[in-house]
């Protein structure tokens, strides 16, 4: 083995050759992922945004390349995409609900998923409502998950998943 070859194998004990694989790997099972879910996320606000104005339309559905900072669907794509929530078959009643929650003034800047089957869904803010804390009885959408109607839901920012389970 020449003098090249040994430092080649060097650098390649000292970069760990495996994790990076396995980095690399990790970048194409989350790129897989987003694809997928920017397909059914356009899938499902094609079928529903018919039913709105056009004002509310181009709220959903803004002009151009990037999206806005300000989005109202910003939260539930990012939890879609961060494999915090799921976007199960969703009926056409069932969407225009929900994208008609996100679209209210008081939107809270957290949102829900449902424990059972992982669809995200917007909250009021409570203080908006109700006024300073504590806000325990306020108002809001839904009172279970608009598509199972389960009871159990968390905090969309505390369900932090593995990537094995959003890929898997």
Known sequence: MDARSRRLVRI???????????????????????????????????????LFSEADRLRLNPP????????????????????????????????????EAWLHPKVYCYSMVCLDCGLCRPELDPVALV??????????????????QSTRHNWTHLNEPTWEEVSG
């Not at 004990?13 to 790997?25: C, F, Q």
């Not at 989350?30 to 059914?40: G, I, P, T, Y």
């Not at 879609?80 to 976007?87: D, F, I, N």
């Open 12 to 50: 390649e004990n000292r970069i760990n050759v495996k994790a990076l694989r396995a980095h690399e790997e990790g970048t194409r099972r989350r790129s897989v992922h987003l694809d997928r879910v920017l397909r059914r996320f356009a899938a499902a606000l094609e079928r529903a945004t018919p």
């Open 64 to 99: 151009g390349e990037d999206l806005p900072k300000d989005w109202v669907l910003r939260p539930w794509f990012e939890s879609l995409a961060r494999g915090r929530s799921k976007l199960p078959n969703l009926n056409v009643q069932t969407t225009r609900a929900l994208l």
């Open 131 to 148: 006024g300073p804390p504590p806000c325990y009885d306020a108002p809001n959408f839904f009172a279970c998950c608009p598509h199972c």
